[in-house]
């Protein structure tokens, strides 16, 4: 298999080029930092590589080198390049000439220069130019390997130019910038001045800033409004499979069986995906303005405050992952340049409210608002998120101040921010929503599995020892789960949790998503209905909870991964300790404040 690879600049449309060729799903976003790994994949004859995007071949970033690397074993570079940022995008060619490897170049996004009118002069730019190029569309037909594996012949008979060997391949600098101004010029008129029309209004110091934090409410209030009917029917559905289970179960011969569906998987399984479709709606109103091109312009807006605590506006990109994930945000930080920038960066990550403490966070705000309207709810939620952002800000902070103060931390270590920014655009609802199912359903790939380890585990521990030939059945308080409860209630006492959530909170540090599915687990073996869960709590328990999961690092994956990442044992110990003392402290602080104003 003959190895070609996908180079081009950030947001040049390269991931989804490789997604279209090979049917595989890599991260497509429309701002810089998306792509911090290499994928791969099969298409054709080839072995079909999706490098992560550079603004030159001199690396300045992780990213960057990881890209430079990969690509002295290539046998082919197709380099991608946006036709609406031609005149910027040049350079990277000059770049991949001096490489003297087999290469040709893609244009894509020629569907919007189509759609202003203007027809790109292909001929005319190979013959000019001497480099073989293509349109997207001719690589997307079914010929579209047989076009490289022609260009790549060709070059290995004449590795100087491949389309005229008696020439050179030279890019003059001039002469192609003043073809391609010409060639911009013609757009100009069109998309290009709309978007800076709107833009004259989205990056306005004021209403910009107005703009973006009402589109963040709208991400989280329109998630958890859209998503309330899906959460009522998997429950229903998962009430409905429980019945038809335990009748075919029933008997004394399946006690054990029929105990562990009726006590610990379905409440565990019900507890679990019921806060799967707020995870889909979530993901897709966040690729939706992915797609339009709004979150370029909310990377800049950002960077007037990220300066204030020593990151720039590049730090969006893995910050807006977070939301989603800890994981792919702290491979993100790889291109980051600055590793000042690196370190404060992932000190905020674990604070951000990620997929994982979605359902935690819905439950207490369903114990703290159980009367209010969905709307007044997705508020409440909404709520999280900010505090989240400004819990992270505050360590970023402190962690920029003692930078500043080490004696190996130079004020030019900090990066700065440079960003093209793309036309607006329609985002395909298609592709966006099959990009939000992927990314739920690794949510439940990843979280499933542990669930359902950890429903077993309970299970287990709440119906043994066996006396007698039988199991303590409905006393487990008499079980090792029970022993267990009793033997950590002291240690959460102080934070108003009895010892069956103290479980729960110990459970929650291999994943937090098994925080609310355990809970259930334990209460569905002593009440046998989910719908009791929020009852269990009063509101004073619910906000110290709130805090404690607000500031806790728990996620062993994250864990492994910070230290995997470059941040180091010592680090990621210190911030594991710092975090969770803080955050144990908190809760202990706010659940006697609310207890004393509750009158209790």
Known sequence: MKKVVLLGMPNSGKSTLFNELTGLHSRIVNYPGSTVDVMYGRWGPFDLWDLPGVYSLN?????????????QNAQMILVVIDLTQLHRQAQ???????????????????????????????????????????????????????????????????????????KSVTLNPKAFQEWSDHFIKKMAAGTERWSLRWDRLVLHPVWGLL????????????AFWLSQPFSSGIEQISDRLKEILLALLGGDGNTWVTLFFQQAFFPGLKGFLTF????????????????????????????RIFRKFGISGRSFVPLMSGYGCAIPAILATRSLASQSEKTIVRWMLPLLTCSARVPIFVMIVEVLFASKSAFFKAAALAVFYVLSFFVGMFAGSVVHKFLQKHKHSRKADFSFLAIELPWYRRPSILVVAKTALLKSWDFVRRAGPIIFVTCVIIFSLSVLPIRDGVTNGMA??????????RFVEP?????????????????????????????????????????????TLNPSQALALGVFFLVALQCASTIVMLIKEGHGWYSTVLQVLLYNLSAYGLAVVVYHIAELFSGH
């Open 276 to 303: 799967v479709p707020q995870i889909f709606f979530l993901f897709l109103v966040l690729h939706i303005y992915e797609g339009s091109g709004y979150l370029a312009r909310a990377s800049l807006i950002m960077d």
């Open 476 to 485: 487990v308080h008499d079980s090792y789960l029970g022993r267990l409860a």
């Open 92 to 166: 990277l060619i000059q770049e991949v000439i001096q490489l003297n490897r087999p290469f040709c170049v893609v244009f894509t996004m020629s569907d919007l220069v189509e759609q202003l009118g203007v027809s790109f002069p292909l001929d005319e730019w190979v013959k000019r130019f001497g480099i073989p190029a293509f349109f997207k569309k001719d690589l997307l037909r079914h010929d579209g390997p047989l076009l490289i594996q022609n260009v790549l012949s060709l070059s290995e008979s004449h590795p100087i130019h491949p389309t005229n060997p008696t």
């Open 211 to 222: 703009i973006f934090f009402l589109s963040v409410w709208i991400l989280f209030a329109t």
């Open 491 to 535: 240690m959460f006492q102080p934070m108003g949790v009895d010892g069956d959530m103290g479980i729960a909170l110990l459970a929650s540090f291999v994943a937090r998503e098994v925080f609310v599915s355990t809970l259930a687990s334990i209460k569905g073996v002593l009440e046998e209905d989910l719908a009791a869960l929020g009852q």
């Open 59 to 71: 690396p300045v970033t992780d990213d960057e080198r990881l890209a430079l690397s990969e690509l």
